[in-house]
């Protein structure tokens, strides 16, 4: 099974806010950037994967991404991390009717490969599915395979929220990479433990990073 990414970004200049402790107003946006760069790299490597939409708004993060490889998706619906990746799904499945589609997190810089195949393997058995973060309370992905709508709900305590949807929770070990999402300090020092893309890599180099 071949799936379709649907990767949501938000405007750089209002990304990652919970970093201010460990990256400056004018250091952020570039560090949300890498975060995208490295995740849409992995991801269009991934065997698993035949296609990646990005949802944005932002110029310079379309520009960046596109060169990657990724389809750049306008946010019409401007409402929200929900209403973007809902309607990215919906713009992939006008060209793609019953594509298998999967809501990516943007900021997971040392995805790796083979692990989200691992992952996406294990979605392609269940109708809806999902993958909790390493903190066990949000989500790091959402598949919808064959029509199934994708209703994501993201946000504060997804976890709970798409189990009670109905999605099923994908309890697998050893794909850590694709859990671990950066929100805090303390986030990019785990991430940067597991091993970063080159993008975060090099807009990390001289960061303080809490308790590293």
Request: charged residues 20%.
């Amino acid at each position: 099974m071949q799936w379709t990414m649907v990767i949501p970004l938000k405007p750089l200049t209002r990304a990652k806010s919970r970093l201010a402790d460990t990256a400056g107003d004018g250091v952020r946006p570039g560090l949300a950037l890498a975060f995208a760069q490295d995740t849409v790299a992995a991801a269009l490597a991934c065997a698993a994967v035949s296609d990646v939409a990005v949802v944005t708004d932002d110029e310079r993060a379309g520009r960046a991404l596109a060169a990657l490889g990724a389809r750049i998706v306008p946010d019409a619906p401007r409402d929200g991390l929900n209403a973007a990746l809902a309607h990215g799904a919906a713009v992939v499945r006008d060209t793609g009717p019953g594509a298998p589609v999967a809501a990516l997190n943007a900021d997971l810089p040392a995805l790796r490969p083979a692990e989200l195949s691992r992952v996406l393997a294990a979605a392609s058995q269940f109708p809806r599915a999902f993958l909790a973060d390493a903190a066990a309370l949000g989500t790091t992905l959402l598949a919808a395979a064959g029509d199934r709508e994708l209703r994501p709900a993201f946000g504060m305590d997804s976890r709970m929220k798409h189990r009670a949807s109905g999605a099923t929770e994908l309890l697998l070990s050893g794909v850590d990479s694709v859990r671990q999402d950066v929100d805090t300090g303390d986030d990019l020092r785990a991430a940067l433990a597991l091993g970063v893309g080159p993008y975060t890599a090099t807009a990390s180099a001289g960061l303080l990073i809490p308790g590293a």
